[in-house]
């Protein structure tokens, strides 16, 4: 991976760690769905730029009118979804345990293929999948015990957080069998549409009577645009030119920035266990997903993930 790539591999993590700090600023005013359907509205429209400036929107329609049902799926499973229980776990969890839970996508992602797709599930790889979620559970433990009179309300939203996660892993074994045909931006695009149009009616519905505040207000654009759109279009880039596998190492990266932009701008507590909850997360997706290979203490013999 080129200095180039590494820097713009920084810069998605960056984005995507921000998005957490975005959603606690903004859900508190807008709502869940509101919120959540002005994201994905936000990026649809940015997408769609994208494809027009790359001159390929003609083909690009033409491709969603034909797989119109297969890219609404993956809208619902890997925004629409997604966005809300994330939304609605930030109402009590902090951004950064949050960005944490988020990082066990990729367990998720294992876990889904081998039951669904049939994909070989080896032993280091399940050990991996159980020691991130011990470190999900040691991390939510913190923060209820962190949180005065929030017991249950902080277990329902570890649970729509990890549900979250969960719907990643889903949507991505979907792509994987009904859209891999589709070329990335389109499949981004697309689904972000999907998302959209499923998200406005519940948002006009349920729209904030009081008026919203600025900050608010620049928290949803930096969401929309920073966090979907650019981000997207950043994450793609790179799935094009160093490829998935390596992409997706911006997985690892994310906590990191989701656990610093809530100490520096939210003011969140950062305390030695949720710290060792994220290293024992991040040890395990590595585990998981294949990105160690073998444990230290293996010697020659090597366990292929």
Known sequence: MSPVNLLQLVCLAALW????????????????????????????????????????????LAIMRKRALPLLIVGI????????LFAYAELTLS???TSVINATTPLWGALVAYLWLK?????????????GFAGVLLLVWNQIEGSAGSGAAGVL???????????????????KKYLMDVDAMTNAAGSMIGATLVLAPIAFVTWPAAPVSAPAWAAVLALGVGCTGIAYFIYYHLVAV???????????????FGILWGALFLHERVSLVMLEGCAVVLAGTALATGAIKRLP???RRKLVG
């Open 77 to 84: 499973l890997n925004s629409a979804a997604p966005f809300c």
């Open 95 to 97: 951004a950064g345990a």
């Open 119 to 131: 994909d070989r599930l080896t032993t280091l790889r399940t050990i991996g999948t159980a020691i």
């Open 17 to 60: 760690g921000a998005s957490f700090l975005f959603i606690r600023v903004g859900v508190a005013e807008f709502g869940v769905a509101p919120l959540m359907a002005l994201r994905v509205g936000i990026g649809a429209v940015f997408l769609v730029a994208m494809l027009l400036g790359r001159r390929q929107f003609s083909s690009s």
């Open 157 to 175: 939203a570890a649970a729509a957080a990890l549900a979250a996660s969960a719907l990643y892993g889903v949507a991505g074994n979907f792509a």
């Open 297 to 299: 203490f293996s010697g």
């Open 242 to 256: 160093v490829g998935p596998a390596r992409a997706m190492t911006v997985t690892f990266v994310i906590p990191l």
